[in-house]
């Protein structure tokens, strides 16, 4: 039976090594994947710019979704290069094909002066609260600072505000701002999940407010009671959002939101219902159609529906301001294929999901070559209520 040592001294002479200025070279003037193999308490106190984290025990089970290219070069480092050895044996094993064992690990990599990072890290009780997301390599401790650092704008507290709001706080979005000037009222509760009986009469804001912070307390929470005017829009788009969910029921608020967003350059998670249909999209500037490139003018109001008082079945904003939260949490992570330039809908009686292409206009009148709009329009009259 070979010792330790002994299967280590084999398993070097069976692998690739480099040196950490060797190393250096290659993320320098290549793309590979850095592996960082250590346990958690050694990452936390520091590691090499641009690595992901897999401990030991996890590589066979968490590699191929972080390098799913096995042609793609690795390399792979622990704390003096033994764990790491074991790992790029492992990793030929599986498959990978230019795999390199960073002699000397990490200590030798910061003995000789290259660059690290401190990661910032969550603490023990977000560590267990968010402890599903950290099981995803997609999401992990980075992918959950990222959303623990970013600020998702909420336009309304209503059918779709509320279910989007409240899996975005349970994620752990660290600041959400909702813009509703509205009170709560007894025809909201069948579908407004974020309002309760006892909050009759309360703003939508501020009711949202608290049952969300009560949700999670990692969540800051900033209220706008205000309906969304050409007046106070760049104030409150101003204050840094990375995306924004448009819950909005009414014509002028989305076309001023459109605009908004387009200057700002902030993506828009768009999303509609009526009856038991659903619509959602993803508006991102510069990248897909914006909400005018596909109506470039809001229909005269006598043609207009009667957005306020269109029945719906409550269960549907429910799964549109679900699926709105998925794309706004995809966005702040920055993983998947957002919904950019296509168009799902939901039927929620066949029930079905159709997805339809969307193309950006040339001629739009705000993102094209040429835009003809440049600042707020306010329309009203819309929803004759
Ligand atoms: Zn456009």
Redesign the pocket.
């Known amino acids: 039976m070979a010792t330790y040592r002994e299967l280590l001294a084999q398993v070097k002479t069976e692998i690739d090594e480099v040196d950490a200025t060797r190393a250096r070279e290659l993320f320098e003037t290549g793309d590979p994947v850095i592996v960082d193999v250590r346990e958690q308490d050694e990452w936390d106190e520091g590691h090499i710019p641009g690595a992901i984290h897999i401990p030991c025990g996890n590589l066979e089970s968490r590699i191929e979704a972080a390098a799913p290219d096995r042609e793609r070069q690795v390399v792979i480092y622990c704390a003096a290069g033994n764990r790491s050895a074991f790992g790029a044996k492992t990793l030929e094993e599986l498959g990978y094909e230019r795999v390199w064992s960073l002699a000397g690990g990490y200590t030798d990599w910061k003995r000789n002066g290259h660059p690290t990072v401190q990661p910032r890290s969550l603490e023990p009780a977000q560590r267990q609260r968010y402890s599903r997301h950290l099981l995803i390599p997609e999401v992990g401790e980075e992918g959950q600072l990222k959303l623990l650092e970013s600020r998702i704008l909420l336009i309304g507290a209503g059918g779709l505000g509320s279910p989007a709001s409240l899996y975005l706080a349970a994620a752990g979005v660290g600041t959400l701002g909702i813009v509703d000037d509205d009170v709560v009222d007894a025809t909201n509760l069948q579908r407004q999940i974020v309002h309760s009986t006892e909050r009759l009469g309360e703003s939508k804001a501020e009711s949202a407010k608290r049952t969300l912070q009560a949700l999670n307390p990692d969540v800051t929470v900033q209220v706008y009671k205000e309906r969304l005017t050409s007046e106070n829009v760049d104030r409150i788009l101003g204050e840094g959002w990375d995306v924004i969910v448009d819950g909005a029921d009414n014509f002028p608020t989305r076309y001023l939101l459109n605009d908004a967003s387009?200057w700002h350059d902030i993506p828009v998670v768009h999303g509609s219902i009526f009856r038991f249909e659903g619509q959602i999209t993803v508006f991102k500037p510069n990248e897909g159609?914006?909400?005018?490139?596909l109506f470039p003018q809001p229909p005269p109001p006598e043609l207009a529906p009667s957005c306020a008082e269109g029945g719906v079945l409550g269960v549907l904003p429910g799964i549109v301001g679900s699926i709105q939260a998925n794309e706004a949490l995809k966005l702040a992570i920055g993983i998947g294929e957002p919904l950019v330039g296509r168009l799902l809908l939901f039927d929620a009686l066949a029930p079905s999901f159709t997805e339809i292409k969307l193309r950006?206009?040339p001629s739009?009148p705000?993102?094209?070559e040429s835009p003809t709009i440049t600042s707020y329009i306010d329309y009203d009259g819309f929803c004759s209520a």
């Open positions: 387009v159609p914006c909400y005018r490139c950006r206009d739009c705000v993102c094209g």
